[in-house]
């Protein structure tokens, strides 16, 4: 298939983009892509790929933009019940203690999802999942995390697994335990740190070899394990509770994440980068030393707008800061029930732009080929390039730098998944 | 047709909503609604209507949330070009006059504005009404403002009344001669103020009254003439100039609008009370003496959160103000190409809970009964009751709380409107 005529291709080829490097577009103007199987075999203008493949049928993209499909590298798009009631409360001026007291918060949904079978949580799941590849997400990494007890965790993982089987969407998971103390191990973190380390992780190691072969998963960097992720905060899990999760993890051979420094600083990023972590997420309270540590490394510094736009906060990941320490940026939508029930890139673009002051160009970059190496695989996906797999987007725009000036809707005309055609409108 | 079953039927029965008592949704659990051509026959529990109406054909709404249809009453949906450069050097830290002068700003789309054919105006126009219709908004102020000379004025408002014609959407037209002061009489507002008394005012009001009565339009408080409306700004229309404007369109019979306190609080507000307007709108900088003049009155208080938000100024319209003096508030777009290019009201109603601190009751009200109010036509639309016109919409949710919780996206299913059904998703 001949994909040919945009105004605007968007290759963003060249690898993940460092520092003040971000926003290279790799532009191609009046370009053409050509498609074979799941996989992209050629790139260029149209006058040239038309002239080298005269006989492909085609796919006419006049008047469209096209741009790699989007990866979302940080959700927790698996969970059942929601907190719709919750949020009024917070509007109504309840505090967190109150709602907490009222059944609310994140513990609200760890006990809808330990109740829910299997099917339910992946009934629930699956609209969220057909929303973001609407909206042009063609790789999502999912976390657990709400089951914080062994069998549960295990349920999520496996409801990710099926529903990644399933598609079009493709998810990587991420083991993430260490996502807030259970009821169970109120007031003893570190007994439930003990508990991840010395049962949860090695289950789920062995549950991961047994099951993982029988699913098609190839999005994680290695198919060997799935990322573990910790939540380093006031409230969860200190600096020293976490370098326990994830240096247990790595001699197990996770590959790893952090959540670090969305209210406090506690030195979760450092840590991240000295384990060689995949990615940090969140940084809001970022110190520069923790920016020059991430920036000396390759751990990428993955911003999440809508989760400071959901509970109204001014404050934002520092972008220009990471950017001009040399650091590597990604975004992501954190979509969860509790701060950000967003299922949209493009609105995480729309926030970039203006909360991390961001240009279009940096921000695009950030949600593709960055976001892809933000879970691994920035050398088979987040890139219009030869040999690449073919998940691309066609924009119902002719620039690129609508992406960002507009906000609150849905731009994509068509996803394009493994060179498959999913028109995303009625 | 029968709308049976959805566990919330919101009714927002009971006409405008004033000061606190903002937010009364008349929910009705397990509702239903007989529609019989374009209107609402009756409304009550679906065990009720049932009996009552036993051979009707049903649409089932089980698991669905039912609201009026969203009236937005404040936008600039028609205009030519586009502004997605001048955004990204916004970005790069150009400064305002660094715009103007690369040639964007408002100037940019009153040049593009003028130079397009009364078709392109409306192809261009045409898919941005689309997807107002989809994301749920079945009526919409539109206003000129992009002519700034008779006849572009004149070929705007046209364009407005062929396009209410083509429908879904039905559009309330608005003359916005005073939009901004245009090239021509650069340095000299006083000499455009005239121009708009003496010459367009009357110009536009002979024009309407020949060729309005070709086209059907119902959506304004009486047919006889558009709302006249101006932008009362430090570097717009001062005060003085606002008031010259707005009395002789009332002298002339045009019911009146005013854009106030955007930036300055130059006492719109005020003026709009004392004229007797439907609405004031933006109302940021607005002042205790205007927010009680606009109380002591029926002017409804227009908040538009969009375009702080575009602008990432954190200051928004003080709705808790405006409702503790007992006054009449509404939300709106400002669907515009410069500052707030969005096309969904349910993002309005997003960041009106975070930022103007509303309830999802009070922000629902504000975006259907009280919106309906702010274009006059609170009689007609913005409430499920009997003998009014059939616009409504069946949310994908359970709880009409997922609006203002979630954002980024599109909650709708299905719009109905004039009693014909519109399935949103594809």
Redesign the interface.
């Known amino acids: 298939m001949l994909i040919h005529s945009t105004p605007q291709l968007i290759t963003l080829s060249g690898g993940p983009q460092r520092g003040r490097d971000l926003g290279r577009l790799g532009l191609i103007e009046n370009g053409a892509v050509l498609v074979q199987g799941e996989t992209i075999i050629a790139v260029g203008t149209t006058n040239e790929l038309r002239a080298a493949y005269p006989a492909e049928p085609t796919l006419d993209a006049s008047g469209r933009t096209i741009l790699p499909g989007f990866v979302d590298p940080h959700t927790h798009a698996i969970w059942a019940g ?4 919750e ?2 409360l917070r ?2 001026g309840k505090t967190y203690l109150e709602i907490l007291a009222a059944g609310g918060g994140i513990i609200s949904t760890v006990r809808a999802t330990r109740q829910a079978s299997p099917e339910q949580l992946c009934a629930e799941t699956r ?1 969220r999942l057909a ?1 973001m590849f609407a ?1 042009g997400t063609t790789t999502a990494e999912v976390k657990t995390g709400y089951g914080l007890e062994t069998a549960a965790e295990i349920k999520m993982l496996e409801g990710i697994l099926a529903l990644d089987a399933e598609g079009p969407l493709e998810l990587a998971p991420t083991f993430l335990g260490a996502h807030a103390i259970p009821p169970e191990f109120k007031g003893d973190p570190d007994g439930y740190t003990t508990l991840i380390c010395n049962e949860m992780l090695p289950a789920v190691k062995t549950w991961w070899q047994t099951h993982a072969p029988d699913y098609p998963i190839t999005c994680l960097p290695d198919t060997s394990l799935p990322f573990t992720d910790v939540f380093c905060e006031t409230g969860a899990f200190t600096l020293a509770q976490s370098r326990r999760i994830l240096e247990t993890a790595k001699s197990l051979g996770f590959p790893l994440k952090i959540h670090a420094d969305e209210f406090d600083n506690l030195g979760g990023a450092s840590l991240a980068a000295e384990l060689g972590a995949v990615s940090a997420d969140h940084l809001v309270k970022t110190s520069a030393a923790d920016i020059a540590a991430l920036a000396a490394g390759d751990t990428i510094a993955v911003g999440l707008p ?1 989760t400071p ?4 906060d ?1 404050q934002y990941t520092p972008a220009k800061a990471i950017l001009e320490a040399g650091g590597l940026l990604a975004l992501a ?1 954190d979509l969860n029930p509790g701060t950000a ?4 890139m ?2 995480a673009i729309a926030l970039a ?3 991390m ?5 940096q921000a695009i970059a950030a949600a593709t080929i960055n976001a892809a190496a933000a879970i691994g695989r920035a050398d088979r996906i987040g890139s219009i390039e030869p040999g690449k797999q073919a998940d691309l987007l066609l924009l ?2 002719p ?1 690129y ?2 992406l ?7 731009l994509v005309h068509t996803v394009i998944k493994k060179g498959r055609v999913y ?4």
């Not at 028109?423 to 009625?426: M, Q, S, V």
């Open positions: 929601d907190r719709a009631a949020f009024e509007l109504q609209p929303r909206h809508c736009f959901g509970l109204a001014p939508t029930w967003n299922e949209n493009q609105f732009c203006r909360y002051k961001l240009t279009p160009a119902d725009v620039d730098r609508h960002g000036y507009r906000f609150g809707g849905n028109p995303a409108k009625g």
